[in-house]
Each structure stands twice: as C-alpha cells, then as structure tokens.
C-alpha cells in the first residue's frame, strides 16, 4: 500500500502579492523552496489562515532572498497581500516507510524569514476546562 505524506510545509509565510493578471501559480522565493524541498512546478496545496480558503496549485520560482510569496492567476481571488498562508507538499511513500517518514518543516515570520526548521510536530495535548 501506499500512503500519501506530507512532504514539506512552509508554515505561516505570508503573502506578498496577489496577481490576478500573471500566469497562474504560487510564486515563492526560490531559497524557501529550496529549504523546504518544494521544486519549481511541483503541486502545492495552500491553506490560508487568515480567510480558511484552501486551493491547489503549483509553485514557481521568485528571486531568491526576496521573501516573495505572490499567489497568482485564478487563485489570487483567494489570498490578500498580508493573509497568512501554509504552503505544502505532499509525497507517495510505501506503508512499510511511513512510520520513518520525517517531513521538512519550515516556520516564517511575517517578512517570510526562517524562525525554524524541524521534521516533527509536538503533540496536541488535550485542553483542562474548569
């Protein structure tokens, strides 16, 4: 069997630009796509925290060192310049290496600077109410 990972995240970078009249895509500072391990015209999906629209679509190259997350075409409907976004990928990995399997996580500021990278999330703990 084979199961369907998370690859890689940017996590809370926020969007720079929204062009309604370029080719359609998510353009993202070629060093974060580097960092994370997202190639340029790979399918990403991007969950916007700030409006809860969720698309798909695919990642092109911005300058490097820019900090640009510029959501474009059709889907720049979907996202505001300052919105924060989490940008992912994902993976097909055989069942026998899931449980290994570590993806690369990488959290942002808002000026899409690196605060830290990581390959786990901590586990959620369950919230006492009095």
Request: glycine fraction near 6%; charged fraction near 20%.
């Amino acid at each position: 069997m084979q199961l369907h990972m998370l690859k890689c995240k940017l996590h809370r970078a926020c969007v720079t630009h929204a062009e309604l009249d370029y080719d359609g895509s998510c353009a993202i500072d070629s060093k974060l796509l580097e960092l994370a391990g997202i190639l340029e015209f790979e399918q990403i999906d991007i969950y916007n925290i700030t409006n809860g629209e969720r698309f798909t679509t695919y990642a092109i190259k911005a300058e490097p060192g820019s900090g640009i997350i510029s959501v474009n075409g059709a889907a720049a409907h979907k996202a505001r310049v300052g919105d924060r976004v989490i940008i992912c990928a994902y993976g097909v990995v055989e069942s026998a290496a899931a449980r290994n399997h570590k993806p690369r996580l990488v959290y942002l500021d808002e000026h899409n600077r690196v605060v830290r990278t990581a390959n786990t999330i901590p586990v959620q703990a369950a919230l006492v109410s009095s």
